[in-house]
């Protein structure tokens, strides 16, 4: 497996090609179920967990400890009042120092924080471990969050994107679900220069924008993301991790997509009746796309990229209309078959038509790849829901 590569990121030095990562849990469940939260503290304080962590000790209110079951990696949570340290740098020097191992690390800002992370190796538990650490605000609950995670030197290559996806699955407020996450961000800083894009949808010209980097930053995300999934092939869990996979990158997604959203509901919503209607101009819109199978091991165009007219395929159309749905506050899923090797929206509506009921709720079914279907349709042949994976998104 391809190791992790962040040299171009400036690290002050600090260019390390492994990246591991941990987090914590109190059986705490906050308003998104597939999300681990921390008891005492404010509800959105949690992280999408990959599959297979084992609480291993908490006899601290503010100290966990976690187990993979997946890689052979531990973890350390460690919760501090923020008047504790001058900030998160101080917060994780501290940790580092206590821990006797050689590090350097970096600040950056994340979500308007003050955040800062180090990469280390040294002696753990009588191992000859390496690490990553990281450290960010708590910002409603006046706290600072560390989060520390290692495995065996030699394993580092291989556990390095788990690693990595577990710290950016850190998620500090409500706002934060649907926000970069913690080292993407860092190692793809927000850009100020824009990328025009000029979409056609349902005859009109919608005139909006990319940052210059939200492709690069999007196809390494899903490229991390898929090789954690690769690690669940021979596993029970792997539905979960096919779950956790797609809504790792709607999270990313949804942040790079918030001004090409907000401009497509500008454009078609002032001559729509209702939702259905616009839910039924993007489904269309998205038929029209050049159907094109991504040409390495993920499968999936990036969500960037299909906008600026790359080619694309069920998934990455579906969950394309799913995220700018739920981005006009709409009710809106996707729906992966493994039996099938297919992918279809979901969208809540009062109109008629076939669906998938999940959680009480009924979805219509939306095809993005065959041209002139309607909400509520689908193959006759693909009709068993029990085939099929729901995908719910924050």
């Given at each position: 497996?391809?190791?992790?590569?962040?040299?171009?990121?400036?690290?002050?030095?600090?260019?390390?090609?492994?990246?591991?990562?941990?987090?914590?849990?109190?059986?705490?469940?906050?308003?998104?179920?597939?999300?681990?939260?921390?008891?005492?503290?404010?509800?959105?304080?949690?992280?999408?967990?990959?599959?297979?962590?084992?609480?291993?000790?908490?006899?601290?209110?503010?100290?966990?400890?976690?187990?993979?079951?997946?890689?052979?990696?531990?973890?350390?949570?460690?919760?501090?009042?923020?008047?504790?340290?001058?900030?998160?740098?101080?917060?994780?020097?501290?940790?580092?120092?206590?821990?006797?191992v050689d590090y350097e690390q970096d600040n950056f800002t994340w979500r308007g924080y003050d955040s800062s992370l180090a990469v280390f190796d040294g002696n753990l538990e009588g191992v000859n471990s390496y690490g990553f650490a990281t450290c960010t605000v708590l910002p409603d609950d006046d706290s600072v969050i560390v989060l520390i995670t290692w495995c065996p030197y030699e394993q580092a290559p291989d556990c390095t994107p788990f690693m990595v996806s577990f710290h950016d699955s850190l998620c500090i407020d409500n706002g934060s679900f649907y926000e970069t996450g913690l080292l993407t961000r860092y190692a793809f800083p927000l850009s100020?220069?824009?990328?025009?894009?000029?979409?056609?949808?349902?005859?009109?010209?919608?005139?909006?924008?990319?940052?210059?980097?939200?492709?690069?930053?999007?196809?390494?995300?899903?490229?991390?993301?898929?090789?954690?999934?690769?690690?669940?092939?021979?596993?029970?869990?792997?539905?979960?991790?096919?779950?956790?996979?797609?809504?790792?990158?709607?999270?990313?997604?949804?942040?790079?997509?918030?001004?090409?959203?907000?401009?497509?509901?500008?454009?078609?919503?002032?001559?729509?009746?209702?939702?259905?209607?616009?839910?039924?101009?993007?489904?269309?819109?998205?038929?029209?796309?050049?159907?094109?199978?991504?040409?390495?091991?993920?499968?999936?165009?990036?969500?960037?990229?299909?906008?600026?007219?790359?080619?694309?395929?069920?998934?990455?159309?579906?969950?394309?209309?799913?995220?700018?749905?739920?981005?006009?506050?709409?009710?809106?899923?996707?729906?992966?078959?493994?039996?099938?090797?297919?992918?279809?929206?979901?969208?809540?509506?009062?109109?008629?038509?076939?669906?998938?009921?999940?959680?009480?709720?009924?979805?219509?079914?939306?095809?993005?790849?065959?041209?002139?279907?309607?909400?509520?349709?689908?193959?006759?042949?693909?009709?068993?829901?029990?085939?099929?994976?729901?995908?719910?998104?924050?």
């Open positions: 497996m391809t190791s992790i590569n962040f040299s171009k990121v400036s690290f002050r030095g600090l260019l390390a090609p492994f990246f591991l990562f941990f987090l914590a849990l109190c059986l705490s469940t906050p308003a998104f179920a597939t999300y681990t939260g921390f008891e005492g503290y404010d509800e959105n304080v949690s992280i999408d967990l990959p599959e297979g962590f084992e609480l291993v000790d908490s006899s601290d209110n503010n100290i966990f400890i976690l187990q993979s079951s997946i890689v052979p990696v531990k973890a350390l949570i460690r919760i501090y009042t923020r008047e504790r340290f001058a900030d998160t740098g101080s917060a994780l020097l501290n940790v580092m120092n206590s821990l006797k100020h220069v824009k990328q025009d894009v000029l979409l056609e949808i349902d005859g009109k010209a919608v005139a909006t924008e990319l940052k210059d980097n939200d492709v690069e930053a999007s196809e390494y995300l899903i490229k991390r993301e898929y090789m954690v999934l690769e690690l669940y092939a021979q596993s029970p869990l792997w539905q979960k991790a096919w779950q956790r996979f797609y809504r790792m990158i709607y999270r990313d997604s949804f942040d790079r997509l918030k001004k090409p959203a907000f401009d497509i509901c500008n454009a078609l919503a002032p001559e729509c009746e209702d939702a259905t209607e616009i839910a039924q101009k993007l489904l269309t819109w998205v038929q029209g796309f050049k159907y094109e199978r991504k040409q390495d091991s993920t499968d999936f165009t990036s969500l960037p990229a299909v906008l600026l007219g790359n080619g694309s395929d069920c998934d990455s159309r579906s969950l394309l209309v799913a995220l700018l749905l739920r981005s006009m506050n709409e009710d809106a899923i996707m729906f992966v078959s493994a039996v099938y090797s297919h992918a279809v929206a979901g969208f809540v509506s009062t109109h008629p038509g076939f669906g998938f009921t999940v959680d009480g709720k009924t979805y219509l079914t939306g095809e993005t790849t065959v041209q002139g279907l309607t909400w509520g349709k689908i193959a006759q042949e693909q009709a068993d829901q029990n085939a099929w994976i729901e995908v719910l998104l924050p």
